[in-house]
């Protein structure tokens, strides 16, 4: 009987994958003498075309997948359900098949059918293109993902938001001079609870290949102290938080600067900082504009429109971020101001995307056009500039 079982069981399996109806198997109790492996996550995904089983072998502080071609990974699992792993767990899109060994040998079987919505992994990455595995551990330890690997509804912007990034950031990093780089390394300002600083750690280091060395700089010290415990718990020790301010950190070299809604002149700070470090990438959405805001006065011709509190607010992120960008061209970046992401989600939108290049930059022509938009506006000072000025001038 006990055999038939573990028959039916990958037969149901078989079924499954067949109908393209498997959400994931799961392998537990697991009595085998690899230490700290506690259990297996199975998952249908899509490699280059071609559809495998992806093994998350889940250990206590660390994971580790493997892809296997379909028949290999049935096989697998046969061999794997009963002994070392005395449970298995089988969710498709039309029921929760479970099979249970005691120690004496004795088989218990449930299955349940259920009529569950959820889009498997594979069926996901046919509709979107996902850059961070959604098994990785540092997921579900950031509170992005559950124990089971799936997103938590409260997470799912964050998670759109984590894609989108990484998204923007490959483009650019396929287009910079650090496509053929073997080290890299990166800041992160005003990293908060860590999603894209581990994110980016990942995609470089697991995706990309890199020897990445990855900082987040973050004033809260609770945050700080979170993750770094979640780094040295999950061994990656190319990733550090440090506390304090955007002054505060004076790297030698800095290859990508990133600052994801740092209020305010923090921004400016941080592309700062990116400009003098020479990055090769500079990646900023920008938060709050209040430096300009209050320095606006509205040209004659556009007051009745401006009058109203919302349209200043508009004019000012568009006037603060031109001219940042305006900045990054004098440097020698060419800089974009693009849709991180849409407004449904987050009315922080925007993202400044700056890439090093080594054309000739008519520097004094941008600054030039700098100057008629300030002077368009009566705007007196603006925080980049004013710090480019001062370092300028020593
Ligand atoms: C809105 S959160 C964004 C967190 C993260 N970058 C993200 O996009 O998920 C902004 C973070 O920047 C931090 N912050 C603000 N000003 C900063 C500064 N001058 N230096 C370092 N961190 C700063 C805040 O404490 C906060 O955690």
């Avoid at 994958?17 to 899509?46: C, F, M």
């Avoid at 603060?320 to 061209?329: I, N, P, Q």
């Amino acid at each position: 009987m006990t055999n038939n079982y573990k028959e039916k069981f990958i037969e149901h399996l078989e079924d499954s994958i067949s109908g393209n109806r498997l959400i994931k198997v799961v392998l537990g109790k697991y009595k085998g003498d690899e230490p700290d492996l506690q259990r297996i996550v199975i998952k249908q995904i899509a490699v280059k075309e071609e559809t495998k089983l992806s093994f998350v072998y889940c250990y206590k502080t660390k994971e580790i997948t493997k892809n296997f071609k379909i028949v290999e990974g049935i096989e697998k699992i046969a061999a794997l359900v009963e002994s070392p792993f005395m449970s298995g767990n089988l969710f498709s899109t039309t029921e929760n098949i479970q099979i249970i060994y005691s120690r004496k040998g004795k088989c218990s079987w449930s299955c349940k059918r259920v009529y569950n919505e959820v889009v498997t992994s594979q069926q996901h990455d046919h509709q979107k293109e996902r850059y961070v595995d959604q098994n990785k551990a540092f997921l579900t330890a950031l509170g992005v993902t559950n124990e089971n690997h799936q997103v938590l509804p409260s997470m799912s912007k964050k998670w759109k938001q984590i894609n989108k990034f990484l998204e923007i950031f490959k483009h650019a990093y396929n287009s910079s001079r650090l496509v053929d780089a073997k080290k890299v390394s990166v800041a992160d300002f005003g990293s908060g609870k860590g999603y894209l600083t581990f994110a980016i750690h990942d995609l470089l280091r697991d995706s990309f290949g890199v020897d990445a060395q990855v900082t987040g700089i973050e004033l809260r010290d609770n945050l700080v102290n979170f993750c770094n415990d979640v780094a040295s718990k999950l061994n990656m020790d190319s990733l550090k938080f440090f506390q304090g301010d955007v002054n505060s950190y004076n790297p030698e070299n800095l290859q990508v600067m990133i600052a994801l809604h740092a209020c305010d002149t923090a921004t400016d700070q941080a592309i700062f900082l990116g400009i003098r470090c020479e990055s090769e990438i500079i990646m900023c959405a920008p938060c709050c504009h209040k430096e300009i805001r209050k320095q606006i006065c509205s040209p004659e011709i556009i007051e009745p429109i401006l009058k109203h509190g919302i349209h200043l607010g508009q004019e000012a992120e568009m006037v603060t971020d031109g001219l940042r960008a305006l900045l990054l061209e004098a440097y020698g970046y060419k800089t974009q101001i693009i849709e991180f992401i849409s407004l449904e989600h987050t009315g922080k939108n925007k993202m400044i995307l700056a890439v090093k290049h080594d054309q000739p930059v008519d520097r004094e022509a941008v600054m030039a056009k700098v100057t008629k938009v300030k002077e368009f506006y009566g705007i007196k000072t603006q925080c980049l500039e004013e710090l480019l000025a001062k370092w300028l001038r020593h």
